[in-house]
């Protein structure tokens, strides 16, 4: 167990499973109490176990990011609990590959509030805790944010408009010493990666291009990119704000 996150209470979105659960275990693991915030009952139970079985604090309120009102009593339940918020880590996203041609506009909205609008809302309900606090605001963005991918109109924009929403942010909060910043990772080994190879014609071959699109020859690992958020979230990085940070294994470099 580090100290780095001593004393800090942290929010994490989607941490029930995937990077968020490595986000978590991260913050855990260097002394911060953690709130999960997910949908997934079961996994953030489990998640939650794992965390106090390594010795750290976890525990898990049933938030749905799609929902203003869920959002607020979220971020009220984590007050209550721990009396502060220094941390929020805006992590809860999906992605289904979609052609231009088959996506409808109810698809698109779906795919925008769920990754880029959720977390203007879960900054409009923390931040008055996190000006108290001089807090971090760390949000899950992609590579996909920087460069194009095929079949993607609408992840490629929600993670863009991620980067857009941490720089507008950072300027606007940095009078109040709240600092916030983005995670840009490549192909990482989680559950959603997971449902996704597994649909493929040849799971095996598929695994090995995602493997092989980074340089260093395989996908993250879910706890290295909660590694990068602990780093964000940190006083390592007091004078960090209105950028992000791109953990993927090189991939892009080519
Ligand atoms: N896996 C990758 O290769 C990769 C790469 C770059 C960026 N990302 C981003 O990382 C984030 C997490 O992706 P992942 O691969 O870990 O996905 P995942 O599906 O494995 O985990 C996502 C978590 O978010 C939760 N979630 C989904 N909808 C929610 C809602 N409405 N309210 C609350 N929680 C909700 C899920 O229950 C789940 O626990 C996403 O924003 C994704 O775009 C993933």
């Not at 990077?19 to 949908?39: K, N, Q, S, W, Y």
């Not at 604090?57 to 938030?63: G, L």
């Not at 309900?125 to 971090?136: D, H, M, N, V």
């Not at 071959?205 to 979230?233: H, S, T, W, Y």
């Amino acid at each position: 167990m580090g100290e780095r996150m001593k004393g800090k209470v942290a929010i994490v979105t989607g941490g029930s499973r995937g990077i968020g659960e490595g986000c978590a275990r991260a913050l855990a693991g260097e002394g911060a109490a953690v709130v999960i915030a997910d949908v997934r009952e079961r996994e953030g139970a489990e998640t939650v176990a794992a965390i106090e079985k390594a010795g750290g604090a976890a525990s898990f309120v049933k938030t749905d990011v799609l929902d203003y009102a869920s959002i607020q009593a979220c971020v009220a339940e984590a007050l209550k609990r721990h009396g502060r918020l220094d941390v929020l880590v805006n992590n809860a996203g999906t992605h289904f590959p979609h052609s231009i041609d088959a996506l409808t506009p109810e698809r698109w909205d779906f795919m925008l509030d769920l990754n880029l609008k959720s977390m203007f809302l879960f900054c409009k309900a923390a931040l008055p805790e996190l000006r108290r606090t001089k807090g971090a605001i760390v949000n899950m963005s992609s590579v996909r944010g920087l460069i194009g991918q095929q079949d993607a109109v609408a992840y490629c924009a929600s993670k863009a408009g991620i980067l857009g929403l941490t720089r507008g942010l950072a300027r606007d909060e940095a009078k109040n010493g709240v600092r916030v910043n983005a995670v840009c990772p490549s192909n990482v080994e989680t559950p959603l990666m997971q449902e996704w190879l597994a649909k493929q014609a040849d799971p095996a071959a598929v695994r090995k291009e995602c493997e092989n699109a980074q340089p260093l020859g395989r996908m993250a690992d879910i706890v290295e990119i909660g590694r990068c958020v602990v780093f964000l979230a940190s006083s390592d990085a007091s004078f960090v704000t209105g950028t992000h940070l791109v953990a993927d294994g090189g991939a892009l470099l080519d």
